[in-house]
């Protein structure tokens, strides 16, 4: 006979081992409280005898009777390897237009030196290694750009103190 010990349910089927109400498991009414051992039948053997007799060669079986195409290989072509580097020269870009843009507001004075060095150094890596960099001419009118914007600002600059001057 066995019980649930989470409902108190009691079954007297032996081959019964979990629960019908909450699917615990169940356990024995008697002193022992392992729980019981299942009996599994023995797994499928197969015979070597079965597999050794047929000679069969599987590459040459073709169900269907379709013509196999074989493609050549090709190695990948790498897509890294086909793109070039432009980070300075659109960092250098971008910071020319800001600065022109906000020369007024003396930001110029700022952002003009930084666009001209990034540039500088996005030209010179586009020109020594034209295969991995890229964006020379965007380096380029990010110079052109910074430097434009750095010379406005000290013209708005002098414009300033000559109006306090004169003013």
Known sequence: MKY?????????????NFCLNDGELLNEMDSTDAPPTVMLDSSRVTSENQWSDQNTNFSDFNPQNQQIYQQP??????????????????IALILGITSLVFSCCYLGVITGPIAL?????????????????GGKEMAIIGMVLGGISFALAFVFLFLGFLGSIIG
């Open 117 to 133: 060095v990034i540039g500088f150094l996005g030209m010179n890596n586009a020109k020594n290694d034209p295969e991995t960099y």
């Open 4 to 16: 649930c010990p989470k409902c108190n349910e009691t079954y007297r089927d032996e081959n019964l």
């Open 73 to 90: 290989f090709s190695s990948p072509s790498p897509v890294a390897s086909t793109e070039q580097d432009k980070t300075l020269p659109t």
